[in-house]
Nanobody, 122 residues
Framework: QVQLVESGGGSVQAGGSLRLSCTAS????????MGWFRQVLGNGREGVAL???????RYSDSAKGRFTISRDNAKNTLYLQMNSLKPEDTAMYYC????????????????WGQGTQVIVSA
């Protein structure tokens, strides 16, 4: 059974930090590109940070300099370290695994997690 299970979300004040984790099971996660997406109710899902199988990364403009994506293939776990959080970072954050890098940023993923909520208060 394929699963992507996110954790680490919560409520934090602006300027604070959170570390999201996503544990994969049921498929060879080390062979997939992995990423974090977020969605605000009523809006579309947007890419936040991606990491390919070699460790190369891509960030949204809003995430650059504040967020860091990493992966531990031995633990089948993806991370997102979020610093200097802003109220506009409030969203549901989703972990995803994708086989094709070229379309991954657009949300073309093979597997999705259920999401973890992040709330940043002013």
């Amino acid at each position: 059974q394929v699963q992507l299970v996110e954790s680490g979300g919560g409520s934090v004040q602006a300027g604070g930090s959170l570390r999201l984790s996503c544990t994969a099971s049921g498929f060879p996660a080390s062979r997939f590109n992995m990423g974090w997406f977020r969605q605000v109710l009523g809006n579309g899902r947007e890419g936040v940070a991606l990491i390919d199988i070699m460790g190369s990364t891509r960030y949204s403009d809003s995430a650059k300099g504040r967020f860091t994506i990493s992966r531990d293939n031995a633990k089948n776990t993806l991370y997102l370290q979020m610093n200097s959080l802003k109220p506009e970072d409030t969203a549901m954050y989703y972990c995803a695994a994708g086989s094709q890098w070229s379309n991954f940023w657009n949300g073309d993923a093979t597997y999705w997690g259920q999401g973890t909520q992040v709330i940043v208060s002013a």
